[in-house]
């Protein structure tokens, strides 16, 4: 069978809307979330860079079934080769997000949302749903509760400041954003 044979089956089945829209709709949730902490905390990567990269790794989870259904569903496929190139992919995003300057390293948590985000995306999209909802729950709570105990309100939009405190007043919640 040819992909768009497969693709059509499942579309025909009414297995599409679990196999492919479902995992999309999950990955789009979580990385919309993830991102918006971000986004409102100030940092590199906000609600585009998580959302594409959510779903991106989720169409491939669901090529990879794809894949394997084209295959026979043979279980000595070798179709695993496609998941395995997004974890040093999105390793290299990730370190693209890293900055050292002195002695502070910037960018740690933006590049773990961006890896945790992927794999979520993946998991779902592989059609662990209920293993996605449950580590992308886990994710939100943790990134927004850390922010809450922080005494910073990740809900509100935060203007970035690139100069020295000593040029402009800097608030508090602009301090602890940045600790």
């Not at 297995?15 to 492919?20: C, N, S």
């Amino acid at each position: 069978m040819t992909p768009f044979e497969i693709e059509l089956q499942v579309f025909q089945s009414g297995e599409f809307w679990l196999t492919v829209v479902f995992p999309m709709a999950i990955a789009l949730f979580f990385g919309f979330m993830i991102g918006l902490e971000r986004q409102n905390i100030g940092k590199s990567a906000g609600i585009s860079a998580h959302i594409l990269i959510a779903m991106s790794t989720a169409v491939i989870g669901i090529v990879q079934i794809y894949m394997y259904k084209a295959q026979g569903g043979d279980s000595s496929a070798d179709n695993q080769r496609l998941i395995a190139q997004v974890l040093p992919g999105v390793g290299f995003i990730g370190a693209g997000v890293i900055m050292k300057g002195g002695k502070t390293i910037i960018g740690l948590t933006t590049a773990a949302t961006i890896w945790a985000t992927a794999m979520m995306g993946l998991v779902a999209g592989s059609g662990y749903y209920f293993t996605s909802i449950i580590f992308g729950t886990f994710l939100v709570l943790f990134i927004y509760l850390r922010d809450i105990k922080r005494g910073i309100n990740p809900f509100i939009p935060h203007v970035h400041h690139d100069f020295l405190e000593s040029e402009i007043d800097i608030e508090d919640d602009d301090k602890r954003r940045h600790a």
